[in-house]
């Protein structure tokens, strides 16, 4: 029972996320959207990668991320190994294009990839800061795959609709983005809701700089033409 409510809360976290960056695309405008080309090629990795895995059985012990083995790339080439069978390699994979298009079109293709990269590298570091963690896990399910940075990156959403909307509903859903992942976190342990956290506050950063660039005003303009 435990397996099935952590896997629907981690989930229900996903689908409101999309959600967000469903707001803060614009519904209705998605079909005359530029074809966002970041994401695509952080895509194309990860199905590269699940390939590899595919026709190299050493592809997981040479760029997974676990401890006991050396190797600098491992942080970022074990994001693009998958180790929940084919039906996890199926939700990283999606849910991978989904975010990073609907963050393209709001943050741009540059900063989205900068927001997924740090999304690999901050969150174990802001763990050490913090003390929450114990050093490198020893979970093996924790050595691969892309979940955790996508979460990151899908929580900058909740933060960009909570800049853009008045409307209680989706103040609600944004608000509710870090709420229900620090929720998981304390109640089930769920990483997922962590980095998602860490990903709000990190998109409330990027959004304070962005405006102070632009001279107060942070968010692009919602039309196709000009969402690239």
């Known amino acids: 029972m435990g397996a099935i409510v952590f896997n629907v809360t981690t989930a229900a976290l996903m689908v409101m996320m999309v959600n967000c960056g469903l707001g803060v695309a614009g519904r209705d405008t998605l079909r005359g959207r530029p074809i966002p080309w970041a994401a695509v090629a952080l895509t194309a990795i990860a199905v590269g990668g699940v390939l590899l895995q595919l026709v190299w059985s050493g592809a997981m012990d040479a ?14 080439t074990s994001v693009f190994m ?74 900058t959403l909740a933060l960009a609709l ?23 976190w304390l109640a089930q342990d769920n990483g997922h809701g962590l980095v998602s956290a860490y990903g709000f506050a990190l998109g409330a950063a990027a959004w304070a700089v962005r405006a102070r660039w632009h001279g107060g005003d942070a968010s692009p303009d919602r039309s196709p033409e000009r969402a690239r």
């Open 63 to 76: 760029l997974d991320a676990d401890p006991a083995r050396s190797g600098w790339w491992r942080e970022f």
């Open 82 to 155: 998958q180790n929940g069978g084919l039906l996890g390699a199926l939700w990283n994979l999606v849910t991978l294009a989904v975010v990073a298009a609907l963050a393209q079109w709001y943050w741009g293709g540059p900063l989205t990839v900068g927001l997924f990269l740090a999304g690999i590298v901050l969150p174990g570091r802001i763990d050490t800061l913090l003390g929450l963690g114990d050093g490198p896990g020893t979970d093996p399910r924790n050595f691969a795959g892309s979940s955790g940075a996508t979460y990151f990156l899908g929580a």
């Open 162 to 184: 909570l800049t853009r909307t008045r409307l209680p509903k989706e103040l609600a859903l944004a608000i509710g983005v870090p709420v229900l992942g620090l929720a998981m």
